[in-house]
């Protein structure tokens, strides 16, 4: 079986593309199999979603909620790693099977293990340097056979810098693809293609509102080029492995303009549920801020031109600076937080919010029980009644843990989790001077503008026995003659590639089969089988990022906006 993820790609922008013949493999898939978009996670962010889909399990059960895990007894987060997942996934499952399997660039599975075939992790690796691959002698091979190679773009270079590079990186990818495939000869190919969500990202009003203000024209075909490009490498990557072998493209969710962003901490703040120090933040805080500024400014040039020889010199000279200069860059705004007063705070792009509650929290100030309902109640009812200057609702929906998540690792969740209403995306800062209620439509990130934000709903397109095969031709100008399927859920894929491939699906995940894929007559003479019983633990590391790598990680979450 051949996997492709899109990251971020929707039927939205790439019907158009199909219709105008631009991405002829997957009008192909679409017009010949089964399609219909795929439902995300809640929040729909790529680590809970990229981890729900390889595990077939919602986040309760997996353990991972967002690109931040909070550090026990502390207001402190770090960032997560495969370490933070507590569950298999189907790679782990064909994998001690005897199947051999190849992963490549799939987001949160750094750091890579063992596994019969090659895992090359993706988003989430710190950088190059580091062992992002097994076995270890794949980095070499990559990296010298694949120009351009890279999870992500250099944020603080031009625009046009990283608009070329986001491209390399696409082809590069592909390159790769092809020779793992040649090296391994796999059962199962798995590949993720990052450049679609980081072009959308930073290039989405410069490609659907060209002309607007603060839009270039010389980026208004980019997102379109890098889909052309992944959809090149499909058909690369199809041919290689042969036309008979089944395909799966998805999104982990989907992607649409950015139109108001709001500070949720700055709301809280306002209506008394979140208390700062007076004078918003300690004076020693405030000149650490100033430094860790300076020090950005100059210290990502002098890294990128600096051979790693004398890199590794400085290091062995200057004991322990590494870590000390990495202490400096990420002092947490959380320093501005009076939590002895503070009820409730926000962590996250997306909108959750933590309740600080005493035994839990180290400063907690409101009781489980009765007056923590109250509280949830309370804030619920604010938030709905939120309103954005255009009149309308910011918030469309609040929900309790408990009501999206089931499992051992709930206690980890925010307690409150935030549905802004479409297109509003909120701020992850904690520094008052840093933070409006309302900002604009293009949200000033460290260095690029962020365009675009996530969607709920992604893409699944499934072609090849046993999924359908229409056995149409290229996707009309105005129809299409694919199978159309509806409530597909990210969670439900795992099952589904389970059971296309002859597994047993273990009767842990949450997900099912998605029989609208299938071929009718296949799926009634196979159906699909549940294994009882507990599954076997999940990815055994326990290896978690060094500060200089938890560095690395967060300059490039802060180039694409997730984190300030």
Same mark, same amino acid.
């Given at each position: 079986m051949l996997i492709v993820g899109l990251d971020g790609a929707g039927f939205d922008v790439i019907e158009p593309l199909m219709r105008t013949g631009r991405l002829p493999n997957l009008a192909k898939l679409m017009s010949q199999g089964a399609y219909g978009p795929l439902e995300s996670t809640v929040h729909p962010l790529t680590p809970l979603a990229w981890t729900s889909f390889l595990t077939g399990k919602n986040p309760g059960k997996h353990g991972i !909620?967002?690109? !931040?895990?909070? #550090?026990?007894?502390?207001? $402190? !987060?770090r960032l997560v790693t495969l370490a933070e997942r507590s569950s298999r996934d189907f790679i782990d499952i064909l994998s001690d099977a005897n199947r051999r399997v190849v992963s490549l660039n799939v987001p949160l599975t750094y750091p890579p293990r063992p596994v019969n075939g090659a895992m090359v992790s993706g988003m989430g690796t710190p950088n190059l340097q580091v062992k992002f691959t097994h076995p270890a002698n794949l980095r070499k091979m990559i990296l010298e056979k694949c120009p351009g190679y890279a999870f992500a773009p250099p944020y603080d270079r031009s625009r046009g810098t990283i608009a070329k590079t986001v491209l390399r990186m696409a082809e590069a990818h592909t390159n790769a693809g092809l020779l793992l495939m040649d090296e391994f000869d796999p059962d199962l190919f798995l590949m993720v293609y990052g450049s679609t969500d980081i072009a959308q990202h930073l290039y989405w009003r410069d490609t659907f509102e060209p002309g607007a203000e603060g839009t270039d024209a010389a980026f208004a075909d980019l997102i379109r080029r890098v889909y052309e490009t992944a959809d090149a490498g499909l058909g690369a990557l199809i041919e290689r492995l042969g036309k008979d072998v089944p395909v799966l493209v998805l999104s982990d969710h989907g992607a649409q303009g950015l139109e108001l962003t709001v500070g949720l901490n700055r709301f809280l703040a306002d209506k008394g549920y979140l208390v700062f120090f007076p004078g918003a933040k300690p004076a020693d805080i405030s000149l650490v801020k100033f430094a860790r500024r300076v020090l950005r400014s100059v210290s990502l040039p002098i890294q990128r031109l600096l051979p790693m020889g004398i890199k590794e010199r400085i290091k062995r000279l200057l004991p322990g600076i590494s870590q000390k200069l990495t202490a400096l860059w990420n002092v947490p705004d959380m320093s501005a937080v009076d939590f002895s007063r503070t009820r409730a705070f926000a962590v996250g792009s997306y909108g959750s919010i933590f309740l600080n509650v005493k035994g839990r929290e180290p400063q907690g100030v409101i009781y489980a029980g009765r007056q923590y309902e109250d509280l949830c109640d309370e804030i619920t009812a604010a938030l709905l009644d939120w309103t954005a200057p255009d009149g309308g609702r910011v918030v469309e929906r609040v929900q309790r843990r408990?009501?999206?998540? @089931?499992?051992?690792? #709930?206690?980890?969740?925010?307690?409150?989790?935030? @549905?802004?209403?479409?297109? #509003?995306?909120?701020?992850?800062? !904690?520094?008052?001077? $840093?933070?409006?209620?309302?900002?604009?439509?293009?949200?000033?990130?460290?260095y690029q503008k962020y365009q675009s934000i996530h969607a709920m709903y992604g893409i699944c397109i499934a072609s090849g026995h046993p999924f359908r095969c229409g056995g149409g031709n290229m996707l009309p100008a105005n129809s299409s003659q694919g199978k159309f399927i509806e409530g597909a859920r990210i969670i439900d894929l795992a099952p589904t590639i389970l059971h296309a491939m002859g597994f047993d699906i273990p009767d842990d995940m949450d997900g099912v089969p998605l029989v609208g894929l299938f071929d009718p007559e296949w799926y009634n003479g196979n159906p699909p089988h549940i294994s009882a019983g507990p599954s076997k633990p999940g990815p055994s590391t326990t290896r978690r990022l060094s500060p200089e790598e938890e560095k690395k990680l967060k300059e490039e979450l802060q180039g694409l906006g997730y984190i300030q």
């Amino acid at each position: 079986m051949l996997i492709v993820g899109l990251d971020g790609a929707g039927f939205d922008v790439i019907e158009p593309l199909m219709r105008t013949g631009r991405l002829p493999n997957l009008a192909k898939l679409m017009s010949q199999g089964a399609y219909g978009p795929l439902e995300s996670t809640v929040h729909p962010l790529t680590p809970l979603a990229w981890t729900s889909f390889l595990t077939g399990k919602n986040p309760g059960k997996h353990g991972i !909620f967002d690109f !931040f895990a909070r #550090v026990e007894n502390t207001y $402190k !987060f770090r960032l997560v790693t495969l370490a933070e997942r507590s569950s298999r996934d189907f790679i782990d499952i064909l994998s001690d099977a005897n199947r051999r399997v190849v992963s490549l660039n799939v987001p949160l599975t750094y750091p890579p293990r063992p596994v019969n075939g090659a895992m090359v992790s993706g988003m989430g690796t710190p950088n190059l340097q580091v062992k992002f691959t097994h076995p270890a002698n794949l980095r070499k091979m990559i990296l010298e056979k694949c120009p351009g190679y890279a999870f992500a773009p250099p944020y603080d270079r031009s625009r046009g810098t990283i608009a070329k590079t986001v491209l390399r990186m696409a082809e590069a990818h592909t390159n790769a693809g092809l020779l793992l495939m040649d090296e391994f000869d796999p059962d199962l190919f798995l590949m993720v293609y990052g450049s679609t969500d980081i072009a959308q990202h930073l290039y989405w009003r410069d490609t659907f509102e060209p002309g607007a203000e603060g839009t270039d024209a010389a980026f208004a075909d980019l997102i379109r080029r890098v889909y052309e490009t992944a959809d090149a490498g499909l058909g690369a990557l199809i041919e290689r492995l042969g036309k008979d072998v089944p395909v799966l493209v998805l999104s982990d969710h989907g992607a649409q303009g950015l139109e108001l962003t709001v500070g949720l901490n700055r709301f809280l703040a306002d209506k008394g549920y979140l208390v700062f120090f007076p004078g918003a933040k300690p004076a020693d805080i405030s000149l650490v801020k100033f430094a860790r500024r300076v020090l950005r400014s100059v210290s990502l040039p002098i890294q990128r031109l600096l051979p790693m020889g004398i890199k590794e010199r400085i290091k062995r000279l200057l004991p322990g600076i590494s870590q000390k200069l990495t202490a400096l860059w990420n002092v947490p705004d959380m320093s501005a937080v009076d939590f002895s007063r503070t009820r409730a705070f926000a962590v996250g792009s997306y909108g959750s919010i933590f309740l600080n509650v005493k035994g839990r929290e180290p400063q907690g100030v409101i009781y489980a029980g009765r007056q923590y309902e109250d509280l949830c109640d309370e804030i619920t009812a604010a938030l709905l009644d939120w309103t954005a200057p255009d009149g309308g609702r910011v918030v469309e929906r609040v929900q309790r843990r408990e009501e999206l998540y @089931r499992g051992p690792f #709930v206690e980890r969740a925010p307690d409150l989790m935030v @549905r802004l209403r479409p297109g #509003v995306f909120t701020r992850t800062s !904690f520094a008052p001077e $840093k933070e409006e209620l309302y900002e604009g439509r293009e949200h000033t990130m460290s260095y690029q503008k962020y365009q675009s934000i996530h969607a709920m709903y992604g893409i699944c397109i499934a072609s090849g026995h046993p999924f359908r095969c229409g056995g149409g031709n290229m996707l009309p100008a105005n129809s299409s003659q694919g199978k159309f399927i509806e409530g597909a859920r990210i969670i439900d894929l795992a099952p589904t590639i389970l059971h296309a491939m002859g597994f047993d699906i273990p009767d842990d995940m949450d997900g099912v089969p998605l029989v609208g894929l299938f071929d009718p007559e296949w799926y009634n003479g196979n159906p699909p089988h549940i294994s009882a019983g507990p599954s076997k633990p999940g990815p055994s590391t326990t290896r978690r990022l060094s500060p200089e790598e938890e560095k690395k990680l967060k300059e490039e979450l802060q180039g694409l906006g997730y984190i300030q």
